[in-house]
């Protein structure tokens, strides 16, 4: 098995790495890579045309920063490892299952479903799930620590959607797989998915004002997660947890919007004596922490 493992780390690994390499020299419509470059760019002029804060620099505080965090989580960090630890926890997962005598966890095949079908409960089952998962990383004080990475942004923008520590990576994914993995869906059916949830994520942390109308109880937005970075909030854990639908957060009573939070103070308390101002120490706080 110990030969089985090392052929899987190595063969995701390279996976990961030629993936990347392809995604630079083949632009196109259904690359990730160009995907988050273009998106990027898109909800930055927004910023700059109609800035929410006028008096924010278009090259906010912590801005490179946010942008080497984009591609760190969404490129490098596979490379690095996460694809092959994530490839041998899979391989495991189903090596235990066959062992208690079950070959086949997916319960509900989707795979032949029509995309008009199998996309919306892609969507929000895992938006579901992730919400959750958002309240346990306020909740459990160890996951905390980790996401205290992101709540350090002290100025909103698009960028800020992808600060985060690496661990959260695995978090997210270790509650979403088993879920996802029941009702049969690949890694094929999240492109689509993916680039939808990466918009919205942009949006809900650029500095930017459009109104939503009614959609504002469906979709996340500026006006709404400003309040679940800001410092002074009611409640121990937070509010607005919402990562794409701002909808659960209606449903489970954690919205809220008490007035234009445009000038709030955001961050967490303490966290100018305690929070590395560099990448390298932000990404080893959580652990001497």
């Known amino acids: 098995m110990l030969s ?26 259904q690359n990730y890579l160009y995907v988050l470059v273009g998106l990027s760019l898109f ?9 929410w804060r006028r008096n924010q620099s278009i090259f906010r505080k912590d801005f490179w920063l946010d942008g080497f965090y984009m591609f760190f989580n969404l490129f490098i960090f596979p490379i690095l490892g996460f694809a092959a630890a994530a490839a041998i926890v899979e391989f495991l997962f189903l090596k235990l299952s066959g062992v208690v005598g079950v070959s086949d966890l997916t319960l509900f095949d ?25 309240v346990l990383l306020h909740r459990i004080p160890v996951l905390w620590e980790f996401h205290k990475v992101h709540h350090s942004v002290e100025q909103m923008g698009f960028a800020a959607h992808l600060r985060y520590h690496w661990m959260e990576n695995i978090v997210y994914r ?7 993995h029941i009702i049969g869906f690949g890694a ?16 809900n942390h650029s500095n930017i004002k459009i109104p939503l109308g009614p959609l504002k109880y469906i979709l996340n ?38 007035h234009n939070g445009r000038d709030i103070s955001i961050g967490y308390d303490g966290m100018e004596l305690e929070m590395p101002s560099g990448f390298g120490g932000q990404l080893i706080f959580p652990f001497y922490k």
């Open 4 to 29: 089985r493992i090392t052929d899987i780390a190595i063969s995701e690994t390279t996976r990961a790495a030629t993936q990347f390499w392809h995604s630079v020299w083949q632009p196109g419509w």
């Open 43 to 51: 909800f930055w002029l927004l910023e700059i045309l109609i800035p």
């Open 110 to 134: 989707l795979s032949d479903a029509s995309p008009w079908i199998l996309f919306p409960v892609l969507f929000i089952l895992r938006d579901f799930i992730q919400w959750n998962v958002h």
């Open 174 to 180: 270790m509650f979403e797989y088993i879920p996802l």
């Open 188 to 203: 094929t059916d999240f492109f689509y998915v993916y680039a939808f949830t990466l918009a919205i994520g942009h949006f």
């Open 221 to 258: 937005n500026p006006q709404m997660h400003i309040w679940h970075h800001a410092r002074e909030l009611p409640g121990k854990y937070g509010v607005n947890f919402g990562i794409t639908l701002s909808v659960w957060d209606y449903i489970f009573r954690t919205a809220y919007i008490p």
